[in-house]
């Protein structure tokens, strides 16, 4: 069995969690999500905490086990709390705003780059070039913002590029001189 997988997950008050022929759909207060999930895996409500179950102890289903676990964690604190990511854009010129449902980026480059915000998400600047993606899925959340910082990464001499707020970049020195 997974050590991960063994452990409940508890189900807050106003959180409602069906499965139905391998889909879990979980609902609360910020939305519904809902997941397929392998049926070598067991997922049974017993009051206020969501079990899991393997059915053998194969290698790949023990891997399930952790995985689907995680998930349903995730999905539960999504549609209570939501998920949301900080990015900070840095250099000389650099900016983005929200413009309907488009991020409109200047980052250095000849043309604008824009980027299409999926369904789910809400995202916000403010003027000091910092970018809030939030949503109730973890994954999309994780994601557009990997997209975003593909753009421009941040770079090590200068510090100029897309990072995310609680990353740490290594600055390094430049080159000297000849002597």
Do not use: W
């Amino acid at each position: 069995m997974s050590k991960v997988g063994k452990l409940p997950v508890a189900i807050p008050a106003g959180v409602t969690i069906n499965t139905d022929n391998g889909v879990i759909s979980v609902k609360g207060p910020k939305g519904e999500l809902k997941q397929n999930y392998h049926q070598e895996i067991e997922i049974k409500v017993e009051g206020t905490n969501v079990v899991l179950t393997t059915k053998d102890s194969s290698k790949q289903t023990n891997a399930y086990h952790g995985l689907y676990r995680s998930l349903i964690s995730n999905m539960v604190k999504g549609v209570t709390d939501g998920f949301s990511k900080t990015m900070v854009i840095n250099g000389v010129g650099y900016r983005a705003e929200v413009k309907g449902k488009e991020l409109v980026m200047n980052l250095g480059y000849s043309s604008d780059y824009i980027a299409i915000i999926p369904e789910g998400l809400t995202v916000t600047t403010t003027p000091d070039g910092k970018v809030t993606v939030a949503g109730i899925d973890k994954q999309l959340v994780g994601e557009f913002c990997s997209q975003i910082r593909k753009l421009r990464k941040p770079e090590p001499y200068k510090g100029k590029g897309i990072r995310y707020e609680d990353e740490v970049i290594r600055r390094k020195v430049g080159k000297t001189g000849v002597k």
